[in-house]
Structure formats: C-alpha cells, structure tokens
T-cell receptor, first 110, second 113 residues
Framework: RKEVEQDPGPFNVPEGATVAFNCTYS??????FFWYRQDCRKEPKLLMS???SGNEDGRFTAQLNRASQYISLLIRDSKLSDSATYLC???????????FGTGTRLKVLA | DVKVTQSSRYLVKRTGEKVFLECVQD?????MFWYRQDPGLGLRLIYF???????EKGDIPEGYSVSREKKERFSLILESASTNQTSMYLC????????????FGDGTRLSIL
C-alpha cells in the first residue's frame, strides 16, 4: 500500500461546480500536510497548508481528519483556470521526508 | 517571493555522458532537494541536503550524486547517463523545520538518447 494515495481522476466538472478531492495517508505519525497545484509540464506550486482545525483561502477549503487519516480539498465555484493536477503532501514528524501523492487531475469544462 | 532557478528547461544528452543539473535558490533556505517525476509514479526523492556539504540519500539515489558547496546551490550529477534516466527533474528548497513547504524550480526535462 502506498504511503499517500489519491484518486488519479480525471474529475470533469462544469464551471461553477463544487468539487472535492481526498488524500489518504497510512502513517499515523504524519505531522504536516499541504496541497500543491501542478499545471501540465510545469512545476508544483504550493496551494495551501492544511491545519488541524481546517482552513479556507477564498474558494478553497482544506480539512484534516486524523482519525480516518485523510486530508481533503474542496473547490467552490470552479473556474476554467482551476484545471490542473492537485498533489497532496504529507510530512512525517521528525524527518525531512515529504511524501507526495501522485495527484488528482481536475478538468473544469465550459 | 522565493526563487528557485534550474539551469536548463530542456536538455538532451547521450548515453554514458556525465550530466550536471544545477539549482540555485535566493531565499537562504537550509534544505534543498532533487526529485524526478515520471507519469504514474509521481515525485520521487533522489537526494536532499539540509546544510552545506551535507547530503542524504532519498528513495532512488542509484546512478546519481549531488554536491552542495554553497548554501544557495545544489547540483545533481548523473555519473553515466542511461536512457532510464530520461525524466523531468525538479529541484526544491525549504526553510529548516519539518513543517515548512517546499518551493520548486521550473524543472529540467532531460532526454537521454
């Protein structure tokens, strides 16, 4: 079993829709979590950190469920420009090791 | 804004050549990382460094070496390039401390013929 798992998608949604992705992790010692966005043939860019209490940045909401060991990303009012691959990242406590998921591909359709 | 600069966007080399990929960051970050990214496999860590002249093997170090002589620069070396090293190579940096996000360079798309 992979340490970090994501549904590869693609998720095809119409403009204006709400879409959510989950990312599950297997190591309960995981300490920190991030969501990155990666456009085709470009580098990953930090989208947002994920805090225990959940956090929001505009149309994006990130949540952490430690009991079930997953993080989620919710995108409201999807835009065409949200089309990208979304990577989750998990960091184990006391290590430098960042574990990347393989990403979930989102396509927002006009 | 953090700037991580990789020396080449695209590179074509021949089997057996020694290949150097350079990465420079301008934010005084302690940690630097080299990954490769392949379809379906995601990002895989090759090497990382948490200080000048310090290096640690990642998950797939075979066939690679690294050099960090200055804080801002982290070089990846393919000792004798092989076709299975054709990939997208990504450099990243972060502040020290396990909760800091990584910032990536533009990537180098390397083809070994």
């Amino acid at each position: 079993r992979k340490e970090v798992e994501q549904d590869p998608g693609p998720f095809n949604v119409p403009e204006g829709a709400t879409v959510a992705f989950n990312c599950t992790y297997s190591n309960s010692a995981s300490q920190s979590f991030f969501w990155y966005r990666q456009d085709c043939r470009k580098e990953p860019k930090l989208l947002m950190s994920v805090y225990s209490s959940g956090n929001e940045d505009g149309r994006f909401t990130a949540q952490l469920n430690r009991a079930s060991q997953y993080i989620s990303l919710l995108i409201r009012d999807s835009k065409l420009s949200d089309s990208a691959t979304y990577l989750c990242v998990v960091i184990h406590s006391g290590t430098y090791k960042y574990i990347f998921g393989t990403g979930t591909r989102l396509k927002v359709l006009a | 804004d953090v700037k991580v600069t990789q020396s080449s966007r695209y590179l074509v080399k021949r089997t057996g050549e020694k290949v150097f990929l350079e990465c420079v960051q301008d934010m005084d970050h302690e940690n630097m990382f080299w990954y490769r990214q392949d379809p379906g496999l995601g990002l895989r860590l090759i090497y990382f460094s948490y200080d000048v002249k310090m290096k640690e093997k990642g998950d797939i170090p075979e066939g690679y070496s690294v050099s960090r002589e200055k804080k801002e620069r982290f070089s990846l070396i393919l000792e004798s390039a092989s076709t299975n090293q054709t990939s997208m190579y990504l450099c990243a940096s972060s502040l020290q401390g396990g909760v800091q996000p990584q910032h990536f360079g533009d990537g180098t798309r390397l083809s070994i013929l």
